[in-house]
């Protein structure tokens, strides 16, 4: 339960948050004016009631005051809602020859605020009232409503704040995350707060600036691709006119491993993988083909897969790039590799295990960077390029997946591959 409270948390949008927030205030609001409302009826009930027991006091203290004290003991109320007054005749339209509590209601329903009657005493004698019912409940629900809504506003107002940064940061962060993985990914949306856009026209043109040095790169190592093919079809043409011997031989890997050299570092440069449209993609099979591949050259390969099908949507032919350049670094050190590819849940997970000499620990991030070979040796039968496991890297990671590799207790190495 705690994990599902945290999980909805995680997951609630500040939009949201505001949209729950307004609702809870209209109710809130309503059900305090309803509670207000039944307090005013019933406090204005209990101010009447005791205004008529008042005047029912009045009555009977004046009736049981002597005739000559009458007057003075009318003075000596002091009561700011009630004048008292007595006369010969009767002032108010309501006059009774004698008090009644249901003649005072009656009085006091006729005019709810100012109302006056008059009572006529044994004496034949008429006490006037006069009174007003002053109420302040609804000055106090008006001010507590205010309160109300200045607090209220307040909270909504901090949420709409946040709201308009969060969001569009939120979306900058994604961004620039997708930005590091691709750099043809689409322009930063320019919208929010004025700083907000400034800080996404920045980001686009650092983009922008970031895919031209790119461009400049690949084609200053296109030029000088161009430019070395040149003299090395030469120098292999006329070594064809020297004698067989074991410096012709030489001369002719060399200039092969040059141009091998060449081409994967344009490849590399190029980024081709890149440019490939993303379809659905079936994993097993395409490891199956690789693995296929390779034991058709004789490698001791093995492949087992969980389910029969595993589909992904992605690069075909950059995956396979990929997959076949991990699979060809654990043949190049092992001599053979054990491939497994399984799912869970969302996650497909691809291990590509070898019975090799491994890594030492302080090259397990080092051999991901570009000609970087933890043999050190520049023998094309063992070192290689020192471009194989970057372009990988790149690829996965262009996919949104994770590559890692890891020394395996019983010898060895393990390459690790996280798609979702």
């Known amino acids: 339960m705690r994990e599902f409270f945290e999980k909805s948390i995680?997951?609630?949008?500040?939009?949201?948050?505001?949209?729950?927030?307004?609702?809870?205030?209209?109710?809130?609001?309503?059900?305090?004016?309803?509670?207000?409302?039944?307090?005013?009826?019933?406090?204005?009930?209990?101010?009447?009631?005791?205004?008529?027991?008042?005047?029912?006091?009045?009555?009977?203290?004046?009736?049981?005051?002597?005739?000559?004290?009458?007057?003075?003991?009318?003075?000596?109320?002091?009561?700011?809602?009630?004048?008292?007054?007595?006369?010969?005749?009767?002032?108010?339209?309501?006059?009774?020859?004698?008090?009644?509590?249901?003649?005072?209601?009656?009085?006091?329903?006729?005019?709810?605020?100012?109302?006056?009657?008059?009572?006529?005493?044994?004496?034949?004698?008429?006490?006037?009232?006069?009174?007003?019912?002053?109420?302040?409940?609804?000055?106090?629900?008006?001010?507590?409503?205010?309160?109300?809504?200045?607090?209220?506003?307040?909270?909504?107002?901090?949420?709409?704040?946040?709201?308009?940064f969060t969001t569009p940061l939120k979306k900058i962060k994604f961004s620039a995350e997708r930005l590091g993985i691709d750099l043809e990914n689409k322009p930063f949306a320019v919208y929010g707060p004025k700083v907000v856009r400034e800080v996404s026209q920045a980001l686009n043109q650092m983009q922008k600036r970031i895919m031209q040095l790119v461009y400049n790169r690949t084609q200053l190592l296109a030029a000088i691709s161009h430019d070395l093919r040149t003299p090395i079809v030469r120098a292999q043409l006329r070594a064809q006119f020297i004698e067989d011997s074991e410096y012709k031989s030489q001369l002719l890997d060399d200039?092969?491993?040059?141009?091998?050299?060449?081409?994967?570092?344009?490849?590399?440069?190029?980024?081709?993988?890149?440019?490939?449209?993303?379809?659905?993609?079936?994993?097993?099979?395409?490891?199956?083909?690789?693995?296929?591949?390779?034991?058709?050259?004789?490698?001791?390969?093995?492949?087992?897969?969980?389910?029969?099908?595993?589909a992904f949507f992605g690069r075909a032919i950059a995956l396979k790039r990929a997959f076949t350049n991990l699979l060809n670094n654990a043949i190049r050190y092992a001599g053979n590799a054990h491939v497994d590819i399984s799912k869970h849940g969302k996650t497909i997970l691809i291990e590509i295990k070898d019975d090799g000499p491994g890594i030492s620990e302080s090259d397990l991030e080092k051999v991901f960077e570009p000609f970087y070979r933890g043999e050190q040796s520049r023998s094309r039968d063992t070192g290689g390029v020192g471009l194989g496991l970057s372009v990988a890297h790149d690829i996965i990671l262009a996919h949104h997946g994770k590559i890692k590799l890891k020394n395996r207790k019983e010898g060895g190495l393990v390459v690790i591959v996280t798609l979702e």
């Not at 027991?53 to 809602?81: F, H, R, S, W």
């Not at 009630?82 to 249901?102: C, D, E, G, I, N």
């Not at 009572?119 to 006490?127: A, V």
């Not at 993609?281 to 093995?302: F, R, T």
Request: proline residues 1%; aromatic residues 8%.
């Open 10 to 164: 995680q997951h609630l949008s500040a939009r949201k948050a505001m949209l729950i927030l307004y609702v809870v205030v209209i109710f809130h609001i309503i059900f305090v004016l309803h509670i207000l409302q039944d307090n005013r009826i019933d406090r204005q009930a209990a101010r009447r009631s005791a205004l008529i027991q008042k005047i029912i006091n009045v009555i009977y203290l004046v009736e049981a005051t002597p005739a000559d004290d009458q007057q003075k003991a009318i003075a000596a109320l002091d009561d700011p809602d009630l004048h008292v007054s007595l006369t010969l005749q009767p002032v108010s339209k309501f006059h009774y020859k004698q008090a009644s509590f249901w003649k005072i209601i009656h009085a006091l329903e006729d005019n709810l605020h100012a109302y006056s009657i008059s009572i006529q005493l044994k004496n034949h004698q008429w006490l006037n009232f006069k009174a007003t019912l002053y109420s302040h409940i609804v000055l106090n629900q008006l001010l507590f409503m205010a309160v109300e809504l200045i607090v209220f506003g307040s909270i909504l107002m901090t949420f709409w704040s946040i709201n308009r």
């Open 255 to 310: 200039l092969s491993e040059m141009e091998h050299m060449i081409s994967e570092t344009l490849s590399f440069a190029r980024e081709d993988s890149k440019r490939e449209e993303k379809k659905n993609v079936d994993l097993v099979s395409l490891l199956e083909s690789i693995c296929d591949d390779a034991s058709d050259m004789g490698h001791d390969v093995v492949c087992h897969a969980s389910e029969h099908r595993i």
